[in-house]
């Protein structure tokens, strides 16, 4: 979703006609405070509004995008270069609060060089109030959407252009904290080339995608269709729920999981899923080509996906810790937005590296099962293909588990369980059925609830299989939906602590 051809930058009246749906706009703004009693300020004041047309920097309102009712707030950077005083402050929070009463999801549009020096420190701190307002709307499980223009700064950028559910660019837009004027007049030199454009920011994963204006009702509606789901019928239950384990041994299907032309949760997505929103990076300056994080629906049922990249599995793309603290801001999405979440398993291990270990990879792993055993989602895994080590067991718990005919999984990679057990890897095939890794074992002893077939090897049958698996999916998330949390948690647990054969105790 990347785009870099230079776009004319729009006004905040201009940018609504774009984004709504035509003559839907209606303005909440109410008139602002009389003149200001610093005479040089209103001239200022005045001189802004004559040349902007508008009378403070933010123009708030609600209208329609694609027939659905959002709530808008966007910059004017003609006026005092869209800075936020007391009175623009107090107009976002009113806009924010409005919506949060409404129960409407909120675009901002925000184009900013910070807050307004002329104001001073109390107009500093109004972005406290701000994002005390952000929080509330989050909270209340609505949806917030940040279109950051050029450019934005500040204060502004650092607050509410930087806290939304789902963060895009206006390409080439300048975005930053500390703006380069700023910078070379403290430093003595500029700023270097490139660092704060919006291009940068996605390759390095602060924000999702770098979209033209023209397209960006498409994304807020593709967004909102996953994030504002509507009441679904009940899902009839697929034929994938008769599927018995595959009758071969543990190392044919090792085999065939690690044909390259298996299909991969990229395929998956593409075939079996709907209004699919790729989502990039941790938000805090890392990305990492071992994960991908998207919102998506299958059929009616919404979900954020995260999974193993499988696509570019090498040894350089292996996932790392920046992946897993990628996949944990899908979680935390999941969980404030009341979404369930779906995790894809198909790698062939973790990173094995300096980088990782001195990252913190094994702290991740252990916070990634930490907060998915107790994640107030409902929560669906799907044992795709490969199933190695911690970077497979990072992924794993969940309230259902799908499994295909040839997915398995191990605590390593069987030729690294057959090196340490034998100081040789030829005993793989014999370890792994004697790990039982197989989805026949993982689901007798209770970890695999459904079984979705291949015919016989889903590489032969990509599409065919995707669908089949989309429409398991489907199934176990709609079996999950209006499930109270509370239940579905004791039952998580539940599962995870009994798996395995019962043992006879002394008073049986």
């Known amino acids: 979703m990347t785009a870099g051809q230079p776009v004319r930058h729009l006004t905040a009246a201009e940018l609504i006609d774009v984004v709504l749906d035509p003559g839907t706009f209606t303005s909440w703004d109410e008139p602002v405070p009389g003149p200001h009693p610093d005479e040089k300020y209103e001239r200022e004041l005045q001189a802004a509004r004559d040349k902007s047309g508008v009378d403070e920097s933010v123009l708030t309102g609600e209208g329609l995008i694609r027939g659905r009712r959002v709530a808008v707030i966007v910059s004017e950077f003609r006026f005092l270069a869209g800075s936020i005083g007391l009175a623009a402050a107090n107009r976002i929070v009113a806009a924010i609060e409005r919506a949060t009463r409404e129960e409407l999801p909120l675009l901002a549009g925000p184009a900013s060089g910070g807050t307004r020096m002329q104001e001073g420190t109390l107009a500093f701190l109004s972005m406290v109030k701000i994002s005390a307002a952000v929080r509330t709307h989050r909270r209340a499980r609505l949806p917030y959407l940040v279109y950051l223009r050029h450019p934005t700064t500040g204060g502004v950028m650092a607050s509410w252009g930087s806290l939304g559910h789902v963060t895009v660019a206006e390409p080439g837009a300048l975005l930053g904290f500390l703006g380069p004027r700023v910078y070379e007049a403290l430093y003595g030199a500029p700023f270097p080339e490139n660092v704060q454009v919006a291009e940068n920011l996605y390759d390095k994963g602060l924000i999702d995608a ?276 509370d239940d579905l948690l004791v039952r998580r647990t539940a599962k995870y602590r009994d798996l395995g054969p019962r043992l006879a105790t002394a008073a049986e």
Not at 260 to 271: E, I, V
Not at 310 to 318: H, V
Not at 341 to 361: F, M, N, P, R
Not at 453 to 477: P, Q
Request: with cysteine.
């Open 210 to 485: 770098v979209v033209p204006p023209e397209l960006l009702s498409e994304i807020v509606d593709r967004a909102l269709n996953v994030l504002s789901p509507q009441a679904t019928e009940p899902v009839a239950p697929p034929a994938t729920l008769d599927v018995v384990p595959a009758a071969v041994d543990a190392w044919t299907s090792i085999e065939i999981s690690r044909n390259r032309r298996r299909p991969d949760l990229r395929r998956l997505l593409a075939w079996a899923a709907q209004d699919v929103l790729p989502l990039n990076g941790t938000g805090q300056g890392e990305k990492d080509p071992g994960l991908q994080l998207a919102l998506a629906r299958f059929g009616d049922q919404s979900c954020v996906v995260l999974g193993h990249n499988r696509s570019r599995a090498t040894p350089e793309s292996a996932m790392g810790p920046a992946s897993l603290r990628e996949a944990r801001r899908g979680m935390k999405l999941a969980e404030e937005l009341g979404l369930p979440l779906l995790t894809v398993i198909d790698t062939a291990g973790a990173a094995l590296s300096k980088d990782a270990e001195e990252g913190g990879l094994a702290g991740e792993i252990a916070r990634s099962l930490y907060d998915l055993i107790g994640l107030h989602s409902p929560t669906v895994s799907v044992l795709l293909g490969q199933g190695a080590g911690g970077g497979a067991l990072a992924l794993l718990p969940a309230d259902r588990t799908i499994a295909a005919h040839h997915a398995w999984l191990s605590p390593l990679p069987p030729e690294g369980a057959s090196a340490i057990m034998h100081r040789s890897t030829e005993f793989a095939p014999a370890l792994s059925e004697a790990q039982g890794v197989n989805v026949a074992a993982l689901h007798a002893n209770g970890l695999v609830d459904h079984i979705v077939d291949e015919r016989d090897d889903a590489a032969e049958e990509a599409k065919a299989f995707c669908l089949r698996l989309g429409a398991a999916i489907e199934y176990e998330l709609a079996a999950l939906a209006g499930t109270p949390m």
